[in-house]
Structures are given as C-alpha cells and as structure tokens.
C-alpha cells in the first residue's frame, strides 16, 4: 500500500506521459520479460 506523501506522489505521477495508458521505463522493465518476440 502507498502512503500518499510528497515523495510517493512524485514517484507514481502520471504528469508528462501523453497519454493515462502510456507506461515510464520503469514499469516496462518490469513487464519485459513477459513480452513474447515480435
């Protein structure tokens, strides 16, 4: 569980990304091993 403080909200902001499904590169490292080749 997050504790919504100062920090926690700029860690987990989704400000920048263009749009609410796009994902920062530390949410793609975690899903990279799960992504089948092309």
Do not use: C, K, N, Q
């Amino acid at each position: 569980m997050v504790t919504w403080t100062g920090i926690a909200r700029r860690e987990h902001s989704r400000e920048g990304l263009r749009y609410p499904s796009d994902m920062m590169d530390g949410e793609w490292a975690l899903i990279v091993p799960f992504v089948p080749p092309a």
